[in-house]
T-cell receptor, first 110, second 116 residues
Framework: RKEVEQDPGPFNVPEGATVAFNCTYSNSASQSFFWYRQDCRKEPKLLMSVYSSGNEDGRFTAQLNRASQYISLLIRDSKLSDSATYLCVVKDGTASKLTFGTGTRLQVML | ETGVTQTPRHLVMGMTNKKSLKCEQHLGHNAMYWYKQSAKKPLELMFVYNFKEQTENNSVPSRFSPECPNSSHLFLHLHTLQPEDSALYLC???????????????FGPGTRLTVL
């Protein structure tokens, strides 16, 4: 089983749509959770951290379900500029290591 | 605009060559990382340095040799690589990692390596 599992997509959605990505992780000792964004041929950049109570940043909402070991990212009112690969990232409490999923590719269309 | 720079951006080398990748961060961070990103695979952590000391080697073959002369610079020395080592090599930095507390990692643009 992969440590962090994501649907690779691509998710092709029209502008203005709402889209949700899911991610599951296998290490129950994981303590910190994040979504990174990677544009084509660019480096990954932190999009948002994911907190137990759920958190929102503008059009982006992240949720964590520790019992099911499941993380989600919801994007409302999609923009063309949201087109990218979204990486689910997990960190346990004791190591420096970030474990990345393979990413979910989003393509927002006119 | 990036606070983490990498050179070269592209590298083609033969299996008998020796080359080095360079990373420099201008963010005042104390932790630096090397990652490998292959097609269709997740980013793989290779090495971690905290305050110039290597704190993690993620079972990386010895043909990859990291060097961290100071907190701002990180090198990856390459020798006798294999074609399957072709990938994007990303450097990242962060404030000193303190276990459970996440510090955002800032990535450089990467070096795209092709081994012939």
């Amino acid at each position: 089983r992969k440590e962090v599992e994501q649907d690779p997509g691509p998710f092709n959605v029209p502008e203005g749509a709402t889209v949700a990505f899911n991610c599951t992780y296998s290490n129950s000792a994981s303590q910190s959770f994040f979504w990174y964004r990677q544009d084509c041929r660019k480096e990954p950049k932190l999009l948002m951290s994911v907190y137990s109570s759920g958190n929102e940043d503008g059009r982006f909402t992240a949720q964590l379900n520790r019992a099911s070991q499941y993380i989600s990212l919801l994007i409302r009112d999609s923009k063309l500029s949201d087109s990218a690969t979204y990486l689910c990232v997990v960190k346990d409490g004791t190591a420096s290591k970030l474990t990345f999923g393979t990413g979910t590719r989003l393509q927002v269309m006119l | 605009e990036t606070g983490v720079t990498q050179t070269p951006r592209h590298l083609v080398m033969g299996m008998t060559n020796k080359k080095s990748l360079k990373c420099e961060q201008h963010l005042g961070h104390n932790a630096m990382y090397w990652y490998k990103q292959s097609a269709k695979k997740p980013l793989e952590l290779m090495f971690v340095y905290n305050f110039k000391e290597q704190t993690e080697n993620n079972s990386v073959p010895s043909r990859f040799s990291p060097e961290c002369p100071n907190s701002s610079h990180l090198f990856l020395h390459l020798h006798t690589l294999q074609p399957e080592d072709s990938a994007l090599y990303l450097c990242a930095s962060s404030p000193l990692d303190r276990g459970a507390v996440h510090n955002e990692q800032f990535f450089g643009p990467g070096t795209r390596l092709t081994v012939l």
